[in-house]
T-cell receptor, first 116, second 112 residues
């Protein structure tokens, strides 16, 4: 069964450093998402991406964050200058459809980011 | 804004017990409702969903009915197993929005 994969599973970085989290969505999916879960808190939406551009983003997704689909398979989340409060589990998800037509989002296993 | 509230966890039950995890929501439109499950060390997996009022989602013995009048989507299972131990998340997606809005998750532990 196709699945969303994410690398690395755990990333440790120093405050102020740039990190790139990588995801490979399911191959025929067109919509891509990033969510995060700070320890003990809710899973929060960050951004959705369709047709090579951001289609929706939350207040959390400020100028420190960016997303990219550099090739036909990868979908990345970049944090330019990490802060302690960026420590969280980051989940990538993808869906065939989106927008008005709510479709099932399939999640990857997550990348645990620890900022020291 | 849209929100989802789940019953506080953790929940601990014995094998073969009846399970209910409560979920209520607030939404401006007519959302689709979901239950996701996260097993230890794994990502979020869709357990079941319902896209309109009175729909019942079901999977692996779990059920949830979309109740518009009570804005609820409670998860039930008649006889739980040790393998059902996981964290369960209720979520909604409003029409015209792409994001999922999650509840806080409920950790379920089933003892043999």
């Amino acid at each position: 069964e196709p699945e969303v994969t994410q690398t690395p599973s755990h990333q440790v970085t120093q405050m102020g450093q740039e990190v790139i989290l990588r995801c490979v969505p399911i191959s025929n999916h067109l919509y891509f998402y990033w969510y995060r879960q700070i320890l003990g808190q809710k899973v929060e939406f960050l951004v959705s991406f369709y047709n090579n551009e951001i289609s929706e983003k939350s207040e959390i997704f400020d100028d420190q964050f960016s997303v990219e689909r550099p090739d036909g398979s990868n979908f990345t989340l970049k944090i330019r200058s990490t802060k302690l409060e960026d420590s969280a589990m980051y989940f990538c998800a993808s869906s065939v459809a989106g927008g008005f037509f709510t479709d099932t989002q399939y999640f990857g296993p997550g990348t645990r980011l620890t900022v020291l | 804004g849209d929100s989802v509230t789940q019953m506080e966890g953790p929940v601990t039950l014995s094998e073969e017990a009846f399970l209910t995890i409560n979920c209520t929501y607030t939404a401006t439109g007519y959302p689709s409702l979901f239950w996701y499950v996260q097993y230890p060390g794994e990502g979020l997996q869709l357990l079941l969903k319902a896209t309109k009022a009175d729909d019942k989602g079901s999977n692996k013995g779990f059920e949830a009915t979309y109740r518009k009048e009570t804005t609820s989507f409670h998860l039930e299972k008649g006889s739980v197993q040790v393998s059902d131990s996981a964290v369960y998340f209720c979520a909604l997606s409003d029409k015209g929005a792409q994001k999922l809005v999650f509840g806080q998750g409920t950790r379920l532990t089933i003892n043999p």
